[in-house]
C-alpha cells in the first residue's frame, strides 16, 4: 500500500502512513520475534503508555519473561491471528481491552514480526457485566436471587472440596410476611423483606453467600471456620433481628426461622440436598412459634 489517495479525475493526495494508522481508532503496535516493541502509534500510547525499544512483557507486566498464554507468541508458532479480552487496573480503575494478534510475514512466508491491535471496551465490557449482575441479583434486595445463589454455590462447593473445608447451609424464613402484606399492604411488606435482608447482610460476612430465593425464602452458604459455628451464628442473626425491633417503631416485629445443614467435603450431597435439610429443621422451628 501506498500512501496516494486518488479520486476519479483528481490529482493524487499525498497521505502520511503515520496518519493513516492513527485514523483506524484503534491501538497499534509492532513488536519483534523478541517481543521487542518497534512501533507504537498515537492511541495505542494513550492506552497503554509509550513503551517503544522496550520489551512488552516487562513493560505491561512487569516480567522477566514472556507471560504464558501470550497470544502473540502464539501467533509466531501457529501462524494465525488470535484474539483476547484482558482486564488491567490503572489509575484505579478497571479497565477491559480487546487485543488482537497478528503474524507479520516476509517474501518467503517467514515470520519477522508481529502486529497487535488493541481497542478499549471497558465501556461495553461493563454493560454486559451489569447485564449479568441483573440476571443474578434479587431487585429489591440486592441480594442473589435463586438462580445467583445456585451459580455461586456451585463454584464454593467445588472450592470447598478442593481445600477439604466443611460448609454451613442457612435456610432461613422471614415469619408472618403474608400478614403484614394482607395487613399493612404490599409495600411495607416489600420494606420488611429489604430490612431482613439488610440484617442478613450485617450478620454474616462478604465472602458468605447470601440469597433471597423465593418470596420469603432466603439462604446463606459460608465456608466453616474455628471462630464461628452454627450456634453461634443461629444466636447471633437472631440477637440482630431483635435489636431491630427494638429500635424501630413498626406496628409488627421482625421474626426468622432458621435451620442449618453442614457439608462436608467427604459426603457426597448436593446443594438442593443440602437446602432439604436445612429447610426440615427451619420448619420445625416455624411451626414452635407464636403467629404474628
Not at 142 to 155: E, H, I, P
Not at 183 to 197: F, M, P, Q, R
Amino acid at each position: 500500500m501506498n500512501d496516494d489517495a486518488r479520486t476519479e479525475g483528481q490529482p493524487a493526495i499525498k497521505i502520511p502512513m503515520q496518519n493513516i494508522i492513527d485514523a483506524v481508532g484503534d491501538g497499534i503496535s509492532i513488536q519483534d520475534t523478541q517481543f521487542r516493541i518497534l512501533y507504537q502509534n498515537r492511541i495505542h500510547k494513550a492506552l497503554m503508555g509509550d513503551h517503544i525499544g522496550e520489551y512488552c512483557y516487562k513493560a505491561y507486566e512487569r516480567r522477566e519473561q514472556v507471560c504464558e498464554g501470550c497470544h502473540l507468541a502464539q501467533s509466531f508458532r501457529d501462524g494465525k491471528i488470535h484474539r483476547t479480552v484482558q482486564r488491567r487496573v490503572k489509575d484505579k480503575g478497571k479497565f477491559y481491552f480487546e487485543i488482537i494478534s497478528s503474524p507479520v510475514k516476509d517474501e518467503k512466508g517467514d515470520i519477522i514480526a508481529g502486529i497487535e491491535s488493541v481497542r478499549d471496551v471497558t465501556e461495553r465490557r461493563l454493560i454486559e457485566e451489569k447485564l449479568h449482575d441483573m440476571t443474578m441479583r434479587d431487585d429489591l434486595t440486592g441480594l442473589y436471587n435463586r438462580r445467583g445463589f445456585f451459580a455461586m454455590a456451585d463454584q464454593q462447593l467445588k472450592f470447598a472440596k478442593r481445600i477439604n473445608k466443611r460448609m454451613l447451609v442457612f435456610s432461613a424464613d422471614l415469619d408472618n410476611l403474608k400478614v403484614i402484606n394482607d395487613t399493612l399492604g404490599h409495600k411495607e411488606g416489600d420494606s420488611a423483606l429489604i430490612e431482613a435482608a439488610n440484617i442478613m447482610k450485617e450478620t454474616f460476612r462478604e465472602s458468605d453467600i447470601v440469597a433471597r430465593i423465593g418470596g420469603d425464602e432466603f439462604v446463606i452458604l459460608q465456608l466453616e471456620d474455628h471462630v464461628n459455628n452454627s450456634e453461634m451464628l443461629a444466636q447471633r442473626l437472631q440477637n440482630n433481628f431483635s435489636r431491630h425491633n427494638a429500635q424501630c417503631d413498626k406496628p409488627y416485629e421482625l421474626s426468622i426461622s432458621t435451620g442449618i445443614s453442614h457439608y462436608d467435603p467427604a459426603s457426597l450431597f448436593s446443594i438442593d440436598e443440602l437446602l432439604v435439610q436445612a429447610d426440615k429443621e427451619m420448619y420445625e422451628q416455624k411451626k414452635l412459634k407464636r403467629t404474628f
